[in-house]
């Protein structure tokens, strides 16, 4: 298995345009977590998704931003407009959720957004 | 909700010493934690869980930590420390429904 895969790795943009992230889960894993990570932060988790059906968006920080999840296998994350406080490390990570709790969650690699 | 505390931003210990990192959370159901790790420039690799069962649980790279419920505490142990373990780690708690809380993470740092 591939494991979590997040594209792009990098992004710059400039301030004021649309920015996508994108994920493809582990394939069978039926729970997508979207994460932020900065230094005056740490970890937020942003939103996460059962079963393609969004569960928790409380971490969504402004309408500026949104997320999708059309099918099983694939997940965006959308910015519009940037703004340079958008600035940071974005995750992705996906869990076999249910009453098990051994399963854990598998990261990206992340996408390091820098909006100039 | 449940929650999770990092003693300690940074942590410095020299190679071949003992590495404790500490965490203690607070939950008013059972807790299922985890201890990740995030090497620069990655994203976070699982180290080790306690879901149920026997408090002291070992994970990859040597690492080990116990669940105390007395203490509400799961302290990250490593008897020696190699360069390599040169990371930043997190400790988290999940709540119902499967979300992940995370702790600010502590930085070790490995003189040699």
């Known amino acids: 298995d591939a494991g979590v895969i997040q594209s792009p790795r990098h992004e710059v943009t400039e301030m004021g345009q649309e920015v996508t992230l994108r994920c493809k889960p582990i394939s069978g894993h039926n729970s997508l977590f979207w994460y932020r990570q900065t230094m005056m932060r740490g970890l937020e988790l942003l939103i996460y998704?059962?079963?393609?059906?969004?569960?928790?968006d409380s971490g969504m920080p402004e309408d500026r931003f949104s997320a999708k999840m059309p099918n099983a296998s694939f997940s965006t994350l959308k910015i519009q407009p940037s703004e340079p406080r958008d600035s940071a490390v974005y995750f992705c990570?996906?869990?076999?959720?249910?009453?098990?709790?051994?399963?854990?969650?598998?990261f990206g690699s992340g996408t390091r957004l820098t909006v100039v | 909700a449940q929650s999770v505390t990092q003693l300690g931003s940074h942590v410095s210990v020299s190679e071949g010493a003992l590495v404790l990192l500490r965490c203690n959370y607070s939950?008013?159901?059972?807790?299922?934690l985890f201890w990740y790790v995030q090497y620069p420039n990655q994203g976070l690799q699982l180290l080790l869980k306690y879901t149920t069962g026997a408090t002291l649980v070992k994970g990859i790279n040597g690492f080990e930590a116990e669940f105390k419920k007395s203490e509400t505490s799961f302290h990250l142990t490593k008897p020696s420390a190699h360069m390599s373990d040169a990371a930043e780690y997190f400790c988290a708690v999940r709540e119902y429904g499967n979300k992940l809380v995370f702790g600010a993470g502590t930085i070790l740092r490995v003189k040699s």
């Open positions: 990570a996906s869990s076999l959720q249910g009453q098990n709790p051994n399963y854990g969650y598998t």
């Open positions: 939950s008013s159901v059972p807790p299922y």
């Open positions: 998704f059962n079963n393609n059906v969004p569960i928790d």
